[in-house]
């Protein structure tokens, strides 16, 4: 079965590009998150979908990043545009549902931006 | 304060060692908690959860302590596979919100 899939694997952009990044969870879960993760740091919640619905968008920066999850499958994540402080990788990740059920990552999108 | 707090680390131990990572968590609401690990430049991936009575596998035990807003993870002869950064997670109360720490680094050396 195949796992978490997140394209494109590397990006470099240049600052006040746009980017988006591309996620498609384990077949059958409901619950998607995207998660960013800085260096040394733990991943860092954006945004969480129980299907279609977004229930947690508080720590998304609403001025430049916008996500969506047309027909509660695959999601996506866009930043407009870019700032050199965006520089990171962005985790997706899907569990079957929201309660006490395991989160399985995708191998992230490295994002640079000079 | 963070949400979630843990040692950086790094922990660099020889092959058989025995060490211990604790995380604390401010939230006593807290419901579920796991250790997730993450390798280098890879995707953290679930180790194991932590029930209140405490569980084990293998090599691995973690703990809960509700009353000290603690869980800890300890690993029994380490060995070099086990090289890794250890993250601790808890889920915020009616959320589900997974929220992580910033990681303990492990090192075993031969």
């Known amino acids: 079965e195949a796992g978490v899939v997140q394209s494109p694997r590397y990006k470099i952009i240049e600052k006040k590009q746009p980017v988006a990044f591309w996620c498609n969870p384990i077949s059958g879960h409901n619950t998607l998150y995207w998660y960013l993760q800085n260096l040394g740091q733990g991943p860092e919640l954006l945004i969480r979908y129980e299907n279609e619905e977004a229930v947690d968008d508080s720590q998304l920066p609403k001025d430049r990043f916008s996500a969506e999850r047309l027909k509660g499958v695959d999601s996506t994540l866009k930043i407009q545009p870019a700032e050199l402080g965006d520089s990171a990788v962005y985790l997706c990740?899907?569990?079957?549902?929201?309660?006490?059920?395991?989160?399985?990552f995708g191998q992230g999108t490295r994002l640079t931006v000079v | 304060r963070k949400e979630v707090e843990q040692d950086p680390g790094p922990f660099n131990v020889p092959e058989g060692a025995t060490v211990a990572f604790n995380c604390t968590y401010s939230?006593?609401?807290?419901?579920?908690f796991f250790w997730y690990r993450q390798d280098c430049r890879k995707e953290p991936k679930l180790l194991m959860s932590?029930?209140?009575s405490g569980n084990e596998d293998g090599r691995f035990t973690a703990q809960l302590n509700r009353a000290s807003q603690y869980i800890s993870l300890l690993i029994r002869d380490s060995k070099l596979s086990d090289s890794a950064t250890y993250l601790c997670v808890v889920t915020v109360p009616e959320s589900y919100k997974l929220i992580f720490g910033s990681g303990t680094r492990l090192l075993v050396r031969p």
């Open positions: 932590v029930y209140s």
């Open positions: 990740a899907s569990s079957l549902d929201g309660e006490d059920t395991e989160a399985f």
């Open positions: 939230n006593s609401a807290s419901q579920s």
